[in-house]
Nanobody, 127 residues
Framework: QVQLVESGGRLVQPGGSLRLSCAAS????????AGWFRQAPGKEREFVAA????????YYADSVKGRFTISRDNAKNTVYVQMNSLKPEDTAVYYC????????????????????WGQGTQVTVSS
């Protein structure tokens, strides 16, 4: 079992930066891929970014590519997403997720539904 707890969400002005953290429990977390998803009011949850177990492979949604950077520190069982040049449309509840990624699994497949989810943290981009 893996438990995930997100933190770092807050109100930020457009153009600003924010770093979200996801603290995980469970020894197996370091062998799992991890990622971030978000859900804006009235919209479906969407994929944001993902990273494999050792950080050697990352995957981003087109909407955040070049602005967001995902990273992880397995010694701390923590995954991060650095969000720069934030826009009002980035406003959402951000969720951390983790699950197996390997073999013939593609990032597209993985992004459809990891096994473990956090409770979310609110990010609001507004002046």
């Amino acid at each position: 079992q893996v438990q995930l707890v997100e933190s770092g969400g807050r109100l930020v002005q457009p153009g600003g930066s924010l770093r979200l953290s996801c603290a995980a429990s469970g020894r197996i977390f370091s062998s799992y891929a991890a990622g971030w998803f978000r859900q804006a009011p009235g919209k479906e949850r969407e994929f944001v970014a993902a990273i494999n177990w050792n950080g050697g492979s990352t995957y981003y949604a087109d909407s955040v590519k070049g602005r967001f950077t995902i990273s992880r520190d397995n010694a701390k069982n923590t995954v991060y997403v650095q969000m720069n040049s934030l826009k009002p449309e980035d406003t959402a509840v951000y969720y951390c997720a983790a699950g197996y990624y390997g073999g013939t699994t593609t990032w597209t497949t993985w992004a459809k539904g990891p096994d473990y989810w956090g409770q979310g943290t609110q990010v609001t981009v507004s002046s």
